[in-house]
């Protein structure tokens, strides 16, 4: 049975005898060829699905990690500020670990499934009167003044984890992909990345880094814009984000690997978020789709040359926040189809007669 990030990969992470590994089976998720997005672009695609890990995005990867640590040095309680996934994730290690998580999320921005793990795990659920970057100014603040341990992305724990999944690409593709595509919040994501595909480099598991492509909605863009952006807005509600905590490692990121930020509409999300769950198969939450459309619009700037290798992360699973799916393209009810108990209406309704 897979064992879980920290054994899998001991020896390439700070996990030493002393330190408790507190994993609920995290990593080793499905790199899945994606036949109509490579027909679409003419470039070789794959889906790195992160939804399957146990809370249903890639935060565990690094909660793993924060967690374990928090643990080995004596920590009672963890805090985060969250726009759901990382509470979520937080909530459900730090209850296996059998401490208390206080997670503090933006007040009526959080998505109803992440919402929903936060409390299913018992944490200390704050809504805060403000949005994630007041979240965080108060997280860490409370981190540095009172016994409490902070495991958002600024803490390094949270990347080394996460880091893992640039491993676990270069694993089964055997050796890292020209491109990388991916949603950019805090970038903590895409500095990880950097940081895995740059270590596989220096031992000699792979032969280049690949060009780190990094989204952002158009409404909460800082790092495309080059400034902070005081109400970001977007439908993209885990990517609402308007001061990004790894802004300055993201950019000697993105010099080092010759990569790129975009800013993607909401509108082009939800078409990305569409085309994956109807021509891949792959449900995930809205942002998570913003690699997607970022792809499209690369390839279709002549960016991505014909046969180019591309991995594409998807962040977290469609079931965090399904709402989307039941919206139509203008935005209305998509309105379910209903029929008598009788075979030949059946029949009928599916056009099978
Ligand atoms: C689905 C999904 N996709 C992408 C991102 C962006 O990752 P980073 O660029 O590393 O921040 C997030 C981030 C969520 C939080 O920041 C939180 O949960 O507090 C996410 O949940």
Redesign the pocket.
Known sequence: QWQGVLREYADRLDVTEATPVVTLGEGGTPLIPARRLSERTGAEVYVKFEGMNPTG?F?DRGMTMAISKAVEHGAKAVIC???????ASAAAYATHAGITAAVLVPEGKIAMGKLSQAVAHDAQLLQVQGN?DDCLDIARDLAANYPVHLVN?VNNDRIEGQKTAAFEVVDVLGDAPDFHFL????????TAYSRGYREDVASGRSTKLPRMFGFQAAGSAPIVRGEVVTNPDTIAS??R?GN?A?WQFALEARDETDGYFGAITDEAILAAHRILSAEVGVFV?P??AIGVAGLLERADAGVVPKGAKVVITV??HGLKDPQWALRTQDGGEVAPTSVPVDTKSVAEVLGLV
């Not at 500020?81 to 509470?87: L, P």
């Not at 949603?183 to 895409?190: D, E, R, S």
């Open positions: 995005s935060k500020a969250s726009t759901g996934n990382t509470s994630f992305s949603p950019v919040g805090n970038a903590g994501n895409y885990a990517i984000i990004p790894s939450e942002a998570s962040t977290g």
